[in-house]
């Protein structure tokens, strides 16, 4: 399996050939990642609604993405590994910013980072390179912003909110970062963007016409307990299958049927078994 850089994803691109994309936040879940040959992981800040129990991304602080870095770090070697830049970590101060996507990379491992936003953030991906981060854009809903979305509401449907989206998006591209992320936004609207940059969108909720495609993978794996977003395809239904083996594990606890002879060691270990000639 070949390593997958930014300069493989733009290669992609030009191919045509299809990016798969999807979050890990541990290390299991990351070498099942690789296993499958995902393209891009992505620690997301969506970490704090989904493993940390927060209502939404909001309160995730840098050093919770980072723990979470790390472990899939430990579990990665073929897919491009990237950390999303949780709220008020880049959008004061550029040497914050530095400061805490450089920790994301040197102490966590990470390869890339991710921000969300346009023209206000152009300065910030500037200098992130300017470092040599690589950055990927965030366009269309993004959560850090939900509290001036008025909640999670697909964007660019109006003529002036889609002009802003593809104005952002070459703003972007311009400024450097080599992936961008479309999030709820119409599938026209996606497939513009897409036609007019010249590196890869990755849609959430954009339709079929990105270059690629991201999804929670507690999402793709039905781990949530509330129905998913429209956008989203269960390809398992795990949450059931686990609550079952926890209760029947329970159960025979209580029952005195767990553990049994196979589970337990007996005071003299058995015998080798003679082998055969």
């Known amino acids: 399996m070949n390593k997958v850089t930014t300069t493989a994803l733009a290669e992609m691109k030009r191919k045509g050939e299809r990016i798969t994309a999807l979050t890990a936040y541990d290390a299991p879940t990351a070498r099942l990642l690789d296993e499958a040959e995902v393209d891009v992981t992505l620690v997301g800040d969506s970490v704090a609604n989904v493993k940390l129990g927060y209502a939404n991304t909001i309160p995730v602080t840098v050093d919770e993405i980072l723990h979470h870095v790390k472990a899939v770090r430990r579990g990665l070697s073929r897919s491009l590994l990237v950390a999303d830049m949780p709220y008020l970590s880049y959008e004061l101060d550029h040497r914050e910013a530095l400061r805490n996507a450089g920790r994301l990379i040197k102490e966590g491992g990470a390869e890339a980072v991710k921000v969300e936003g346009g023209i206000e953030v152009a300065p910030v991906v500037k200098e992130l390179l300017r470092v040599n981060i690589p950055v990927m854009g965030h366009l269309g809903l993004t959560p850090q ?25 070459r703003i972007l591209e311009g400024a450097g970062v080599f992936a961008l992320v479309l999030e709820c ?27 690629g495609q ?10 949530g307990e509330a129905p998913p977003p429209r956008f989203v ?3 398992a239904d795990l949450r059931p299958v686990m609550l079952e083996a926890l209760k029947n594990w329970t159960s025979d606890v209580r029952s005195s049927a767990f553990p049994g002879p196979d589970q337990s060691y007996p005071a003299k270990a058995p015998a080798a078994r003679a082998k055969r000639p």
Not at 146 to 169: C, H, M, W
Not at 185 to 211: H, M, Q, W, Y
Not at 214 to 223: A, K, N, R, S
């Open 185 to 211: 936004v119409p599938e026209d609207l996606a497939r513009e963007v897409t036609r007019k940059l010249s590196i890869p969108t990755i849609g959430i909720g954009a339709g079929s016409s990105c270059d």
């Open 145 to 169: 912003a939900v509290n001036r979305l008025g909640g999670f509401k697909v964007q660019g449907r109006r003529p002036q909110d889609a002009e802003k989206i593809v104005t952002d998006a």
């Open 233 to 235: 395809k269960r390809y």
């Open 214 to 223: 991201i999804l929670v993978v507690d999402d793709l794996l039905g781990l």
